[in-house]
């Protein structure tokens, strides 16, 4: 842990309670699930306790960290069994989300998705019981209150445009990532994830703030993705904008089929970009954190 890793672990176990951070964009495609399973991994390699919660019936999270947890067991010469039967929808069914927690590597852990989290906004409308529009948005909080004292950050990997799951995540959270793939149509999706979280931030007076607009997927030569970034650089500011662009890196496409480690140079470039998003993130948390007393 360098210094700043310090000084946010000593924030965390002084509030008792993880740091819950959604990674969100309406737009699909973005980089989001990428940004929320390599950062989980690098704070997890840094010696923060996290989890990792799949939001997404696509369940593209909870197959990236099976197949990293199945690639260091390998590495390891170890045998690790992760399969699960039950997600986050009996998870929510139940009332008991720890019955649903899998471990992947040291210090990272998972509540996996399946397609059947398509049937979440049913269960919310027709039977949480829920009645208005608070408790249609508060269905997912409650049941995390018990484990958040468990972990340093609690990432929440979301879909997109989903706007039960939009609801539910950002009001059980305390920062909110924006990822943000140099393209218009992205661009255009972080204003409508923004604009949503303004809403609900007034509707409910939440403390969830956007800690930040990652920029991904860019090509630094093409004009569409400099007037992208120039124009988000204006939209959300220069503090808010990360200030490390992530570049497009072709080894990312083999990461959701061989799961995210460090055999080679490609995979260590990848991290190594990551690596800097990540003392960023901290140093940006710390700002909030620190700005508030
Ligand atoms: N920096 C990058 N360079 C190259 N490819 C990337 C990069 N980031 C993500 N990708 C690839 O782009 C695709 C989309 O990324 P990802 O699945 O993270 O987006 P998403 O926003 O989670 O999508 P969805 O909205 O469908 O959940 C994936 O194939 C991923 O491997
Ligand atoms: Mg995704």
């Known amino acids: 842990m360098n210094k700043n890793d310090k000084k946010l672990s000593a924030l965390i176990k002084a509030r008792k309670q993880a740091f819950s951070l959604t990674i969100g964009n309406q737009k699909g495609g973005v980089g989001k699930t990428a940004s929320s399973v390599i950062l989980a991994y690098l704070l997890a390699k840094k010696g ?17 960290l099976i197949n990293t947890g199945m690639r260091q067991a390998q590495e390891q010469g170890l045998e690790k069994d992760f399969s699960f039967n039950k997600t986050l929808l009996d998870a929510i069914l139940e009332k008991n989300i720890e019955d649903t927690i899998i471990n992947i590597i040291d210090n990272l852990d998972i509540v996996p998705s399946d397609d059947s989290f398509e049937d979440f906004a049913r269960y919310v409308y ?6 208005d529009d608070f408790s249609f948005d508060h269905v997912l909080e409650p ?15 979301t879909p997109p445009s989903n706007k039960e799951i939009r609801s539910n995540a950002v009001v059980m959270t305390d920062y909110v990532l924006i990822s943000l793939q140099t393209q218009d149509d992205s661009l255009a999706g972080a204003n409508l994830y923004i604009s949503a979280l303004v809403d609900l931030k007034q509707k409910y007076d939440l403390p969830v703030e956007v800690v930040g607009v990652l920029a991904t997927l860019n090509d630094p030569r093409n004009t569409v993705d400099k007037l992208v970034l120039k124009r988000a650089i204006e939209l959300f500011s220069d503090e808010v904008v990360f200030k490390h662009v992530l570049p497009n890196m072709s080894r990312m496409k083999r990461f959701p089929i061989q799961g995210v ?10 991290l190594d970009e990551y690596e800097v998003v990540a003392n960023e993130l901290i140093s940006k948390i710390l700002f909030y954190e620190e700005g508030e007393d």
């Open 48 to 64: 923060f306790k996290v989890l990792v919660v799949d939001l997404d019936p696509q369940a593209n999270a909870t197959k990236m």
């Open 126 to 131: 027709l039977n949480s019981g829920a009645k």
């Open 143 to 157: 049941l995390f209150a018990d484990i958040k004292p468990k972990y340093d950050f609690i990432v929440l990997d």
């Open 261 to 270: 480690g460090t055999s080679d140079r490609f995979d260590k470039y990848v």
